[in-house]
């Protein structure tokens, strides 16, 4: 894994201070997907829900998420070394919900198997990616984490969970144009 990245410190003192429920309601009109990022911890699996992921890079094959500093499950996936990007189908709103509750069994009655090295593959979901820590950097409140792909599938019947200003939606098949 390269080495974590400190950031340049370029507050300026005449900066306008954002509020943070500005940011929060603001930033919520940018609609994502929802995934689990899941690995095979030291005793059992673990994971949590995560909206920040994002393909980054196809040469060398690299996608991101960023975990907030306070998450109790993050560490843990870091140590594991490896883990799986499970982006969650229109019909898994539970399974956002569940992984995102802090040191309670995420994943009593979850069905999931093992992909590579162990990292769980929820059951049903639209796509998984595997993955091996590559990089974290600094962001903030948050950490930015950089994962170099190993192997990924998808299941093109499904469609994605969406979450959109603190709401979930799903893609409706775009409507047919008029005929004029
Ligand atoms: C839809 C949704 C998206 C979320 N996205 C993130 C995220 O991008 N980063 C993050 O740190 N937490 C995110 N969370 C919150 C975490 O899932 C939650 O804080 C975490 O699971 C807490 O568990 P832990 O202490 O086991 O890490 C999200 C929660 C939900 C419901």
């Given at each position: 894994m390269s080495a974590t990245v400190g950031s340049a410190d370029t507050v300026d003192a005449t900066d306008?201070?954002?509020?943070?429920?500005?940011?929060?309601?603001?930033?919520?009109?940018?609609?994502?997907?929802?995934?689990?990022?899941?690995?095979?911890?030291?005793?059992?699996?673990?994971?949590?829900?995560?909206?920040?992921?994002?393909?980054?890079?196809?040469?060398?094959?690299?996608?991101?998420?960023?975990?907030?500093?306070?998450?109790?499950?993050?560490?843990?996936?870091?140590?594991?070394?490896?883990?799986?990007?499970?982006?969650l189908a229109a019909d898994q709103q539970h399974h956002s919900a569940g992984f995102a509750r802090s040191h309670v069994d995420k994943f009593a009655g979850v069905r999931w198997r093992p992909g590579r090295s162990g990292a769980p593959i929820l059951e049903g979901v639209c796509a998984w990616v595997h993955c091996r820590l590559h990089s974290e950097h600094d962001g903030g409140d948050h950490t930015i984490v950089v994962g170099r792909v190993l192997e990924l599938a998808a299941d093109h019947a499904r469609r994605p969970l969406l979450y959109h200003r603190g709401n979930y939606g799903f893609v409706l098949p775009r409507p047919r144009e008029e005929v004029r």
């Open positions: 306008p201070v954002v509020d943070g429920a500005a940011m929060r309601d603001v930033l919520g009109h940018f609609a994502s997907g929802v995934v689990v990022v899941t690995a095979n911890g030291p005793s059992g699996p673990i994971g949590f829900t995560c909206q920040s992921f994002t393909s980054l890079s196809l040469d060398p094959p690299l996608v991101s998420f960023a975990p907030s500093r306070t998450s109790s499950t993050w560490p843990r996936i870091r140590d594991a070394g490896t883990f799986c990007v499970n982006i």
